[in-house]
């Protein structure tokens, strides 16, 4: 009776151990699952800032590209208001 006891009590201390593996053995999988996908998150995340900075530097290129459209503008409606000055001053003076 005692060896069956000792037997039983093996076979439970073995089952214990096989069933502490095989839950260490899910946890290290899942550990190895979690940090894939962190990798996986962080090339992401890195591609995505990569994408951000090319388009900031997009939008500013063309916000300079705006600025200097305003510029020309600004300068050509000075020019014409200056030559429209001067054809007025001008037309008396051939015409009148």
Excluded: W, Y
Excluded at 5 to 34: D, N, P, W
């Amino acid at each position: 009776m005692r060896a069956e006891m000792g037997m039983i009590r093996v076979r439970q201390q073995t089952r214990s151990k096989t069933a502490a593996r095989m839950q260490r053995s899910s946890i290290v999988a899942e550990m190895e699952r979690l940090q894939e996908e962190v990798a996986l998150k962080r090339e992401e995340t890195s591609a995505l800032r990569q994408q951000q900075l090319r388009e900031e530097t997009m939008a500013e290129a063309i916000l300079q590209n705006l600025n200097q459209q305003r510029l020309l503008n600004a300068c050509l409606l000075f020019q014409h208001s200056c030559n429209q000055h001067l054809l007025d001053l001008l037309i008396p003076h051939f015409l009148g």
